[in-house]
Every structure is written in structure tokens, then in C-alpha cells.
């Protein structure tokens, strides 16, 4: 096979595989590759705190999922590369219809969106007619689309708080931050059963000794964990108010609850604090989410080179799930959170 037909086949395999399978020359500065293509192509990497920090130190924009969603919407990118999961390039493209909107892997999938089919979750709906949903953004496109506002977790608790007092919710797909906004709130939303693989994955025990062995210490953990490691934390946010949280409080040790990726970012900005990642059940590496792993710099270069793999979906499913998204953004904007 020759080099361009061999190439053709490599293109046609993505939709399978997920990613672009193709020889890399080892030649190559892929940092600097990565910068030179995004100049060229006038296009824009976005990345989730939760990346390889190679990944993140190239970004033009690192954030949690509400200032990425944010960031898609404010672009004037001509092709947006996220490095982050299918749901947030998912996002991405919603908001952004005539714009091309790249993901290294498909794969980079979410366990909380896998725990919630919309199908499934349409009936469900169908049975409590006088809830309104309110949707994490980790999910589909589909359930988007049977969602009336979404959240994430830095505006969640206000948007739920923004909501007559007796209106009835049903919080989707996160059992763990929905049974959160709930105990601040003091509502009592309908959740739905999801929850986040690596939020959960943290050893209560374990967490607990670290914390008699640096009494110090602040534990801070993110509203996707379980009910009891968020009762012993001193802290619970998003993944960027947790950043927020390191710089600006005086303590000089922190427990850290969420994707083990933040702490590069919390390193950077806080170099004289001393960050331990929270430990998770078993001794891998649990608290690196699977997913958000998946990226790495050669997929990065090669999706940028050749333009795929590529988010697109079906103008109805996109029109439907851009409400509850726009809603989000236009509370969100009201609240001063963006
Ligand atoms: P935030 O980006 O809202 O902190 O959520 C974390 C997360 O799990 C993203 O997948
Ligand atoms: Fe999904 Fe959890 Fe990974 Fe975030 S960290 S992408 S919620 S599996």
C-alpha cells in the first residue's frame, strides 16, 4: 500500500477506532507542532483541569466545565479542539453549528453521562409531569434535549436556589451533587441514580488517617463525592473554585478530593502550599479519570493535522438541546458567575 492510500484507510478507521491511528515521525516537537497547526488553522484548544499537564500548559483556555462552556460560546475560533470529554465537545458544537469542533478520542466518554440513557430517562419523566429537570451538563446531547436548564457544578446550588421554593425538580444524572445541592438548599429534588466513577472511588478511612497525620491540613473536596467524605471536608466546590479556594486561603496544606489532573494548575498558581491528593479505595491510580486520560499530545497533534476525529449531530437533536443550555448561560451571566 502506498503512503496516501495507506493514509485513506487510517481516515476511514476513525469512526471505529475513535481516534486517528497514524504514524507520528519522532522527529517532531509535538508542542511545538500543536502551536504552529493552531496558528495556521485558526483554532482554539480548549482544555479541562482534569488533562495531562502537558496538555494544559499548550491550552489557549483551561477551565472547569461552566468557563469552557462559556469559552465555546464566546469564540470566534474557526475550529475548536477540546481536549476534555464527548460530552463538553459535545457542548461545544451545540453551541457552535457552523464551527468545526474536534475531539482527540471519541472514547473520552463520562461514566456519570453513561449512567443516564435518555431513553430511560425520558420515561422516567414521563411519570413525574409536573417536575421540571434540572441536568448536569455531564451528560448527552439526548438528555439535554429532555432537560429545561442545565447546571454544572460551580452555578448548580444557584440555579436550583433560583426556583420558587415549591417547584418540583428532578436533578439529573448525579445522585452524589444532587444530594449535596439538596442539604444546602433544604429542597428535595427527585434524583436520578448516576454518580461519577472517580468521585467516588475515595477511601474514607484512608482519608481520615491522612488527616491525623496532618492535622494541618484543609480537606477539600468536590460536590460529585459521597455524602460522607463532603460531611468531614472543609471545603466543597467546582473544580476551578477549589483552585480558587487553595490560593486564597491561608492554610498551607490541602487535601485534595477530585481528579488527581487539578493539582498542576493548583501547583502553578500556589507554589508554596503543599497539595496532597486524596487517596483513592484500591493503590492504582483511581482518582485519574479514564476518560479525560485518553487525550494525550500525539492524538492532540494528529486530530489537529487532519481534522478529525469531528463532533456533528442531527439540527433538531442540537436546536432542543441548546435551550436548556442558553438558559444556563443566561442565569449564569445573571448570577455573575460568568
Ligand atoms: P467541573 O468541571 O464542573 O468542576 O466538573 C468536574 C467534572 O467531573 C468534569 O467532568
Ligand atoms: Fe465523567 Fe467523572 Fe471523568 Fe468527569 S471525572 S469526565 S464526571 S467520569
Redesign the pocket.
Known amino acids: 500500500m502506498n503512503e496516501i492510500t495507506n493514509m485513506d484507510a487510517l481516515m476511514a478507521a476513525v469512526p471505529e477506532k475513535g481516534f486517528l491511528d497514524a504514524p507520528i515521525d519522532p522527529r517532531l516537537d509535538l508542542v511545538e507542532e500543536i502551536k504552529r497547526l493552531k496558528e495556521e488553522k485558526k483554532a482554539v484548544l480548549l482544555a ?3 488533562q495531562e499537564s502537558e496538555i494544559q500548559d499548550i491550552a489557549d483556555y483551561i477551565g ?3 468557563g469552557l462552556a462559556e469559552a465555546a460560546a464566546k469564540t470566534d475560533a474557526e475550529i475548536i479542539v477540546f481536549a476534555g ?1 464527548h460530552f463538553m465537545a459535545e457542548t461545544a458544537k451545540i453551541l457552535n453549528p457552523n464551527k468545526k469542533v474536534l475531539l482527540p478520542d471519541l472514547n473520552a466518554g ?1 461514566s ?1 453521562s453513561d449512567s443516564c440513557p435518555p431513553d430511560v430517562f425520558a420515561e422516567f419523566k414521563k411519570r413525574h409531569p409536573e417536575h421540571i429537570v434540572i441536568t448536569y451538563i ?1 451528560c448527552s446531547a439526548g438528555m439535554k434535549a429532555l432537560s429545561d436548564i442545565i447546571c ?3 452555578n448548580a446550588q444557584q440555579i436550583v436556589e433560583s426556583l420558587p421554593a415549591d417547584q418540583k425538580i428532578i436533578f439529573a444524572p448525579d445522585k452524589n451533587l444532587g444530594g449535596y445541592i439538596n442539604r444546602v438548599s433544604g429542597r428535595n429534588m427527585l434524583l436520578w441514580d448516576g454518580a ?1 466513577m472517580v ?1 467516588e472511588i475515595f477511601s474514607l478511612e484512608k482519608i481520615t488517617r491522612l488527616k491525623e497525620q496532618h492535622p494541618e491540613a484543609k480537606l477539600i473536596a ?1 460536590p ?1 463525592c459521597e455524602e460522607p467524605l463532603l460531611k468531614i471536608s472543609d471545603f466543597i466546590g ?3 473554585q477549589l483552585l480558587k479556594y487553595v490560593v486564597t486561603d491561608p492554610a498551607d496544606t490541602f487535601i485534595v478530593a477530585t ?1 488527581a489532573g487539578i493539582l498542576h494548575q493548583m501547583q502553578k498558581a500556589a507554589p508554596n502550599k503543599t497539595l496532597i491528593a486524596a487517596p483513592p479505595e484500591n493503590n492504582c491510580a483511581c482518582n485519574d ?1 479514564p476518560y479525560m486520560k485518553l487525550n494525550t499530545l500525539e492524538k492532540l497533534y494528529l486530530c489537529l493535522k487532519y481534522e478529525t476525529p469531528e463532533i456533528n449531530m442531527e439540527e433538531s437533536l442540537r436546536l432542543a438541546a441548546k435551550k436548556p443550555i442558553d438558559k444556563m448561560l443566561e442565569l449564569s451571566k445573571q448570577f455573575g458567575l460568568i
Request: overall charge negative; some cysteine; charged content about 15%.
Open positions: 479541562h483541569y482534569y472547569d466545565s461552566l470529554v463520562c456519570l455531564n454544572t457544578s460551580s461519577c468521585h468536590h460529585e467546582s473544580t476551578s481528579e479519570c
